[in-house]
């Protein structure tokens, strides 16, 4: 049977449009599968929307909408933006989804109650419904939440059930530590070792329905609502099919690409549950930063959230995808501005390889094309290319692919085939072109396409060692118009 590989995003709320952040986050993983797409497995990758929850109660309440409306009108959005950045998802879930999605989640609710892991009691606490969860004083700067510091922090008190988190506490630390459940970047790791060295909690698992009536009733107890916890994190699980049987080809997942943010509860609160439930845990966790907008921080009283579907009316979505892979190393916060964006699109993607594709292309329409062995290729690094994937380091990866393109133009420089005719050094060219779009299919899927018709080869990993079989070739238009 084909190897398998799940890949995840988080599945941010549906109370507002997407903006770059999460873009950022959809366009990493769409290159996680669809590199290994290129390897040839059997790639199955879920992206979605959170639609419960107080936050997105509260804002259709403000915006006087009825909250179903309104959280598939943001939803739509979220879809949108997989289509306008060419991500390739198989599946798109939205936690509303009763037919999907809340049959799984009330079988793990019933799972984890049986078990005696979840129970009932009263509790007052301070409530962040930016975060979504109860936080306590150490979270708070002059009273406020760091994350959110314009929402007000409730003083809530209630009688809600709880899941008894602190029991798997010792097993999740000694799972994270010895990598049976990783933590990439490794500094993500620590910091999270960090954060439960004292031990994890208990966590809120509902809501009094007088304070949130929207989200799935507990079961058996009518004046109840599900917190996010137990609804959201089991996405993961109902996006392929639980609870009916056939979700056991993709689970476990292979990696869940999470914001830093997100780390905490995917880490702590998500094996906690799996583990309450004997299903096995996610292999792996990647983490990514937080991105500024010319050095500062996103912020709507700054004016200065970027909406990545805005941005896609004025950019296409290989350009967008590749300043966001190029300009950001994974786990880290990054910075992202429009004349980084065009300058990359300028000086790389047109300057580099858009001018090695036309000038080759036109030089072997001119002139013709004579099979060899392709010595250029000696030059690609593809060893280090596949290790820099494995470390999810897509800009080193990047960085690599364009420094073998930098070497093919000086080939051209060099050898100046439109003087000597040479068709074996056209030939070398035109090879050394299939490894490079190959490399960078899942970086620029709609460009590399067009390559590959134009140069007569089809996409995957293992055409990579294949000779070239060519024997003629149109120039074709220009791949990327500088802006």
Not at 70 to 84: C, G, H, I, Y
Not at 168 to 196: A, C, H, Q, V
Not at 214 to 229: F, L, T
Request: aromatic letters at 10%; proline letters at 4%; charged letters at 30%.
């Amino acid at each position: 049977m084909t190897e398998k590989f799940y890949i995840t995003t988080t599945i941010p709320y549906a109370n507002a449009s997407p903006h770059i952040g999460f873009a950022l986050e959809i366009v990493q993983a769409d290159v996680l599968a669809r590199w290994n797409g290129l390897l040839g497995k059997d790639v199955f990758f879920l992206t979605g929307t959170d639609e419960h929850g107080t936050k997105n109660y509260q804002t259709a309440k403000k915006k006087k909408l009825d909250t179903q409306k309104f959280v598939d009108r943001n939803s739509r959005k979220f879809k949108e933006l997989t289509k306008a950045l060419n991500i390739s998802n198989n599946y798109f879930i939205k936690t509303t989804d009763k037919k999907i999605h809340w049959p799984g989640v009330i079988k793990i609710w019933k799972i984890l109650s049986n078990k005696g892991d979840i129970y009932k009691k009263e509790y007052s606490g301070k409530y962040c419904s930016g975060c979504e969860r109860f936080i306590t004083e150490k979270d708070l700067k002059d009273g406020k939440c760091l994350d959110h510091p314009n929402l007000e922090i409730q003083d809530i008190a209630e009688e809600n059930y709880f899941f008894r988190l602190s029991k798997y506490s010792d097993k999740i630390k000694r799972l994270i530590e010895t990598d049976r459940l990783k933590i990439s970047p490794k500094k993500w790791k620590n910091n999270f070792l960090g954060l439960i060295n004292e031990g994890l909690t208990d966590v809120s698992f509902s809501r009094e329905k007088k304070h949130l009536s929207w989200g799935i009733p507990v079961p058996g107890d009518d004046n109840q609502i599900m917190y996010v916890w137990p609804d959201a994190l089991t996405n993961y699980l109902t996006g392929i099919g639980y609870p009916n049987k056939r979700f056991e080809r993709y689970w476990p997942a292979d990696v869940h690409v999470v914001g830093k943010d997100m780390l905490r509860f995917h880490t702590g609160i998500f094996p906690g549950i799996l583990l309450s439930a004997g299903i096995p845990l996610p292999k792996e966790v990647i983490v990514h930063g937080f991105l500024t907008v010319s050095g500062r921080k996103m912020s709507k009283s700054l004016g200065n959230v970027v909406s990545p579907l805005e941005l896609r009316k004025k950019y296409s979505a290989d350009t967008i995808r590749y300043s966001l892979l190029r300009s950001i190393p994974f786990g880290d916060d990054g910075d992202f501005s429009e004349s980084d964006l065009i300058n990359r699109h300028n000086n790389e993607l047109a300057n580099k390889l858009g001018n090695l594709i036309q000038r080759v292309s036109g030089l072997i329409e001119k002139n013709g094309i004579e099979k060899t062995k392709n010595k250029l290729l000696k030059k690609l690094r593809l060893k280090q290319i596949e290790r820099l994937f494995d470390n999810y380091e897509f800009d080193k990866a990047l960085n690599e692919i364009f420094a073998f393109i930098d070497i093919c133009n000086e080939y051209v420089q060099n050898k100046k085939p439109w003087e000597t005719k040479d068709k074996k050094i056209l030939y070398e060219l035109a090879d050394s072109i299939k490894s490079i779009t190959i490399l960078l299919s899942p970086f620029i899927p709609e460009s590399t396409e067009k390559i590959s018709k134009q140069f007569k080869f089809k996409i995957s990993f293992d055409e990579i060692k294949k000779p070239l079989k060519i024997s003629k070739m149109k120039k074709g238009d220009i791949l990327f118009r500088k802006i």
